[in-house]
Nanobody, 120 residues
Framework: QVRLVESGGGLVQAGGSLRLSCAASGSILRINAMGWYRQAPGKQRELVAVIRSGSSTNYADSVKGRFTISRDNAKNTVDLQMNSLKPEDTAVYYC??????????????WGQGTQVTVSS
């Protein structure tokens, strides 16, 4: 089956940096898009950044200029470089992928989430 596994979360001081990685595995025929969402306590899950098949990107206004999303198609990974972190960035970060997968019409896949905590 397809799995998305995140890594790189942790506890950092405000102004610091973290780099999140997500590795997709399984019978993946094509990656249409991969991205990151986050969910803070008591809040709805929100899009942070997405990178599409043509390498176009979209960012939430709140992270624009601070976060950079990138992908490595050879390794089926997507990274999120997070700089100038703020306490309001504290959330569980979820990897998401829009994939064409062998043997299923399903397209949307989610990782288990990784905690990012930014202290003030």
């Amino acid at each position: 089956q397809v799995r998305l596994v995140e890594s790189g979360g942790g506890l950092v001081q405000a102004g610091g940096s973290l780099r999140l990685s997500c590795a997709a595995s399984g019978s993946i025929l094509r990656i249409n898009a991969m991205g990151w969402y986050r969910q803070a306590p008591g809040k709805q899950r929100e899009l942070v950044a997405v990178i599409r098949s043509g390498s176009s990107t979209n960012y939430a206004d709140s992270v624009k200029g601070r976060f950079t999303i990138s992908r490595d198609n050879a390794k089926n990974t997507v990274d999120l470089q997070m700089n100038s972190l703020k306490p309001e960035d504290t959330a569980v970060y979820y990897c998401h992928a829009d994939l064409v997968v062998l043997g299923t019409p399903m397209y949307d896949y989610w990782g288990q989430g990784t905690q990012v905590t930014v202290s003030s």
